[in-house]
C-alpha cells in the first residue's frame, strides 16, 4: 500500500470516524472509513397502501440538508435512495444502478449516489452525472409535512 493511499484513509476516517456532523451513519461512509463498503442498508419502515412513512426524527441522517441514506423497505423488491435538498426538500428514487443493477452507496461528501461495480453516479435526484450508465434513476413523489416524510410508490 503507498503512502498516499495510507493519508487517503486515514483521511476518510476523520470525515466518517470523527465527524459525525459530516457523515455519521450515512451508507457509504463505512467504519473501516471507506467510501464504498458493503455496509447494511437502513432499514425503512413498510410499505402501506403504496407508501412509505417515515418519522424524521427516526432517522438523524436525514436531519441535516445534505443529509442522506440508501435503505430497504418491507414489500419494496428494490433499496431507496432518500436525500434531503433543503429543508422541506427530499429526493427519493429507486437505489439501483441503470447500468447493471448494482445497489448504490449515498456519498454525502460528493453530494450524489456512487455505483460501487463500475463508477457510475448521479444525482440525488437521479440524473446521471458520469457513466457508463445513461439512464436516469426512476425518482418517486414526495410529501413532507415537517415532520412525515411521504413516499408515493
Ligand atoms: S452496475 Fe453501476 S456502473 Fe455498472
Redesign the pocket.
Known amino acids: 500500500m503507498s503512502d498516499h493511499r495510507i493519508e487517503r484513509r486515514n483521511l476518510l476516517k476523520v470525515f466518517c470516524g470523527g465527524a459525525a456532523a459530516v457523515c455519521g451513519g450515512v451508507v457509504g461512509c463505512g467504519a473501516a472509513g471507506d467510501m464504498v463498503t458493503e455496509e447494511e442498508l437502513v432499514q425503512l419502515p413498510a410499505v402501506v397502501d403504496g407508501r412509505i412513512r417515515l418519522e424524521l426524527a427516526e432517522f438523524p441522517m436525514l436531519q441535516a440538508v445534505g443529509g442522506g441514506l440508501v435503505g430497504e423497505a418491507p414489500g419494496m423488491a428494490e433499496p431507496l435512495a432518500i436525500a434531503r435538498d433543503g429543508e422541506s426538500t427530499f429526493f427519493v428514487t429507486r437505489a439501483v444502478?441503470?447500468?447493471?443493477?448494482?445497489t448504490?452507496r449515498f456519498n454525502q461528501l460528493t453530494a450524489s449516489l456512487m455505483?460501487?461495480?463500475?463508477?457510475?453516479s448521479f444525482e440525488f435526484d437521479g440524473k446521471v452525472i458520469s457513466?457508463?450508465?445513461t439512464k436516469d434513476l426512476s425518482r418517486m413523489n414526495v410529501d413532507f409535512d415537517g415532520q412525515t416524510l411521504r413516499i408515493l410508490l
Open positions: 444502478c441503470t447500468h447493471m443493477t448494482c448504490l455505483c460501487p461495480c463500475h463508477g457510475s457513466g457508463p450508465a
